[in-house]
């Protein structure tokens, strides 16, 4: 019995989801959060994010894991048993992408590359998530985040902004190279309904962050020769941050001359309007340091919500600062219901974010929780074809596993 469509832009679509930890399942939970069947294959052992991340009430199922891997269905098979392979390949034939953050080599070695796959599957839509790109030296060398955020230069705007290199505190080279898989499958799926073939995709997380930084801090070094310093000297400054109220925080960012000129008059420094420091958007930005500085000293007189409630009149773009914690109760994402409270049936009462994009065609109807581990092998694999006795020789050979529920 086949599984239902769930609806969305993506119902219909197949995915088989070779990926763990963050930039792959971040892929695919997008391409299954808008309709996608995924099918998560998991080894023996597991995602290394059901126990690596801190946070769970039981084995198996932390925080991380759960918001990464919604609405997927997971299998276990264990590739190094020729049943295991086997029913990945059988899985890969009725699928219409196949994802995986598996090192190139090791992929070719099992037979899973593009150049395989293809020959038998010409509509299949192959993509390879990487840490460097091929043909540089890095090639196929091991990379986490963290490694990515030191060799894109993610660390060095840090260092230029604080003195000294730090990474960004969060997963952000898994987020966005993630994000950008998802979207090129989604390219690479409307071409294949014009032209009815598949390709492989390469989507290699340094160059695609390497991107991400010179497009926003290459600046003068875009010219040869250099007309003047790399860097947005606005956004690496100190004072590019939240800045602090008489009892609290708030982030105001006057742009244009009618929202600068409001703010000068809000903080009772109306003469600025005319100081040619500040009196076009060009001279705010050359004198950004200066411009900041105006900010900082004029902020700290009223309380965080009396400034709110005045830039809001003024039409001034600003907000309240934010803690972690603080997001839980936002009135804004309350009004639009972005958490979500419902029941794991493993894990009991769960927070979790809702889809923030919308489609007026509709959404996926049908959502369902993370899984467990092998959750759904039997169902799986019986959906492939596999006789039930099929199921249990498998089983007891240890190519594939269920679970509680599978």
């Not at 069947?37 to 994010?49: C, F, M, N, R, T």
């Not at 080599?105 to 020959?119: C, I, M, N, P, V």
């Not at 009135?331 to 923030?356: C, M, Q, W, Y």
């Not at 065609?361 to 581990?373: D, F, Q, S």
Request: charged fraction near 25%; hydrophobic fraction near 40%; include cysteine.
């Amino acid at each position: 019995m086949t599984a239902k469509a769930p609806g969305g832009p993506l119902a219909g679509v197949r995915v088989v989801d070779l990926t763990t930890v963050v930039v792959g399942p971040i892929c695919t939970r997008t391409l299954a959060d808008y309709g996608a069947d995924v099918i998560k294959v998991e080894a023996p052992g597991g995602d290394l994010l059901r126990t690596m991340a801190e946070g769970s009430r039981h084995p198996g199922m932390s925080g991380k894991f759960i918001n990464f891997n919604r609405n997927k269905r997971s299998i276990v098979l264990d590739l190094k048993k020729p049943g295991g392979h086997a029913a990945l390949l059988r899985l890969i034939s009725r699928a219409d992408v196949f994802v995986s953050n598996v090192r190139p080599e090791a992929l070719a070695r099992a037979g899973l590359d593009y150049a395989s796959l293809a020959k038998d599957h010409p509509r299949l839509i192959h993509c390879s998530i990487l840490a460097f790109g091929r043909g540089g030296r890095y090639f196929n060398r091991p990379a986490y985040d963290p490694v990515v955020q030191s060799l894109s230069g993610v660390a060095g705007t840090l260092a230029r902004a604080t003195g000294e290199p730090r990474f960004v505190p969060m997963v952000m080279s898994d987020h966005v190279s993630g994000l950008i898989a998802a979207q090129c499958i989604g390219f690479a799926l409307y071409r294949r309904e014009k032209a009815g073939q598949g390709e492989a995709i390469d989507v290699p997380m340094l160059e695609n962050m390497a991107s991400f930084v010179a497009s926003e801090h290459l600046g003068a070094l875009t010219f040869d020769p250099p007309v003047g310093p790399s860097g947005d000297g606005r956004l690496l400054s100190p004072d590019y941050r939240p800045l602090p109220t008489r009892d609290g925080y708030i982030t105001v960012r006057p742009n244009t001359n009618a929202q600068a000129f409001a703010f000068f008059e809000a903080i009772g420094r109306p003469e600025l309007k005319a100081d040619p420091r500040f009196d076009s958007a060009a001279s705010r930005t050359r004198n950004a340091k200066a411009y900041f500085q105006v900010q900082r000293e004029g902020l700290g007189a009223r309380t965080t919500d009396e400034w709110v409630e005045l830039f809001d009149k003024l039409d001034v773009p600003a907000a309240r600062y934010n803690s972690i914690d603080d997001l839980l109760a936002d009135p804004h994402l309350e009004d639009v219901g972005f958490f979500k409270e419902e029941n794991h049936p493993s894990e009991g009462r769960i927070r979790r974010t809702r889809l923030a994009n919308t489609f007026s065609g509709g959404a996926r109807e049908e959502e369902c929780h993370a899984p467990l581990m092998g959750q759904h092998t039997r169902e799986i694999l019986a959906e492939a074809g596999y006789s039930e006795a099929e199921i249990d020789k498998l089983t007891a050979a240890g190519a594939v596993q269920a679970g509680a529920a599978g």
